[in-house]
Structure formats: C-alpha cells, structure tokens
C-alpha cells in the first residue's frame, strides 16, 4: 500500500485494517510478495477502499440531525 498514509484519521473499516496490517508489516510483507510474482501491486489500497465505501464512518452534522427531525414533524 505505497499511497497509504497510517497518520491520517481514519474513514471506514478498511482504513482501520490498513493501520493494523501497516503496524504488523504485514503490507510490507504483501507489497514484496506481489513484486516478486510480478504483480503491479498486492491488491490491498483497492480492498480499503472499498471496505471504506462499504463500512464508513459517518459522523453525525447538525444537518443530519434537522433532516432527522423534519421528516419526522407533521406525523403527529
């Protein structure tokens, strides 16, 4: 994962993966197995991001909260 920076804030599951897999070496491990079957890359930036996609963290705006609410108004 040559374009993973482990010090940015995490934006799903996937990231999360991403740091502990980064801390464990394990990327490193899977970035020099794929150079060596001849591979471009180990695969894993694509399964982050779509674990990411899949498994965001969303973090809850005001916004989210007013829609919340005004879809609720009138019910009553």
Same mark, same amino acid.
């Given at each position: 994962?040559? /374009?993973?920076?482990? $010090?940015?804030?995490? #934006?799903?599951?996937? %990231? ?6 980064? =801390? ?7 970035? $020099?197995?794929? &150079?060596?079957?001849? +591979?471009?890359? !180990?695969? !894993? #930036? =694509? =399964?982050?991001?779509?674990? /990411? ?7 809850? @705006? #005001?916004? %989210?909260?007013?829609? +919340? @609410? %005004?879809? =609720? &108004?009138?019910?009553?």
């Amino acid at each position: 994962m040559k /374009n993973f920076d482990p $010090k940015k804030p995490a #934006e799903g599951v996937g %990231d999360i993966i991403a740091k502990i897999t980064h =801390r464990l070496g394990i990327a490193k491990v899977a970035d $020099k197995v794929a &150079e060596l079957l001849g +591979k471009e890359d !180990c695969g !894993c #930036e =694509r =399964r982050r991001q779509q674990l /990411n996609d899949l498994l965001p963290f969303k973090n809850k @705006t #005001e916004e %989210d909260a007013d829609s +919340k @609410t %005004d879809s =609720r &108004e009138g019910l009553t």
